[in-house]
């Protein structure tokens, strides 16, 4: 089974912080994705990586920024924590191809105060 | 755009009862769609998938959906509840001319 890790269940930070969120899935697939997840919103993309070193924009990328540098990791960085960004965020990879579902991870419960 | 529209943010099934959360979608091609399901305090977890061939399609857990494409609906059932089923259930599609997911808000089904 395809597995996508994310590294923390659940994170307290403080306002201005600089937070790193990472992603690690181990099937090779081309595509990953941050979403975060807010009720009575459901999930909206915050960015998107095709590729290792290529990145687009999702529908909500202020305050947020990505990297990904090898193949197998995508990272989600909070430049400078604010409580508005308290929320649960999942990663999700998917091989390339419109007929292949993603894979999502467990989710990280996010906390600025 | 591709969008996702859920009917019911809330639905509430007595055990045994049928399932059936309802999607709408609209989009200017052919449309890929799924569901998927989310147990508390977990990731998102794929129940089926309709790309192309038969419209009636099987998942798992007993969950079925079927494509219409003249109703633009993707309805999710399941014949009999149990209790076990009660999660939210997030209906998605392909954003044409992407491989990007929109989904919907999502229904939270109560057993």
């Known amino acids: 089974d395809v597995k996508v890790t994310q590294s923390s269940r659940y994170l307290v930070k403080r306002t201005g912080e600089k937070v790193f969120l990472e992603c690690v899935q181990d099937m090779d697939h081309e595509n990953m994705f941050w979403y975060r997840q807010d009720p009575g919103l459901g999930l909206r993309l915050i960015y998107f990586?095709?590729?290792?070193?290529?990145?687009e924009k999702g529908d909500i990328p202020e305050g947020y920024s990505v990297s990904r540098e090898k193949k197998e990791r995508f990272s989600l960085i909070l430049e400078s924590a604010s409580t508005n960004q308290t929320s649960m965020y999942l990663c999700?990879?998917?091989?390339?191809?419109?007929?292949?579902?993603?894979?999502f991870g467990s989710g990280t419960r996010l906390t600025v105060v | 755009a591709q969008s996702v529209t859920q009917l019911g943010s809330h639905v509430s099934v007595s055990e045994g009862a049928l399932v059936l959360l309802r999607c709408n979608y609209s989009?200017?091609?052919?449309?890929?769609l799924f569901w998927y399901v989310q147990y508390p305090n977990q990731g998102l977890q794929l129940l089926l998938k309709y790309t192309t061939g038969a419209t009636l399609v099987k998942g798992i857990n007993g969950f079925e959906a079927e494509f219409k494409k003249s109703e633009t609906s993707f309805h999710l059932t399941k014949p009999s509840a149990h209790m076990s089923d009660a999660a939210e259930y997030f209906c998605?599609?392909?954003?044409?001319?992407?491989?990007?997911?929109?989904f919907g808000k999502g229904t939270k089904l109560t057993v």
């Open positions: 999700a990879s998917s091989r390339q191809g419109l007929a292949y579902g993603y894979t």
């Open positions: 989009s200017s091609v052919p449309p890929y």
């Open positions: 998605a599609v392909i954003q044409g001319g992407s491989e990007k997911l929109v």
């Open positions: 990586s095709y590729d290792v070193k290529m990145k």
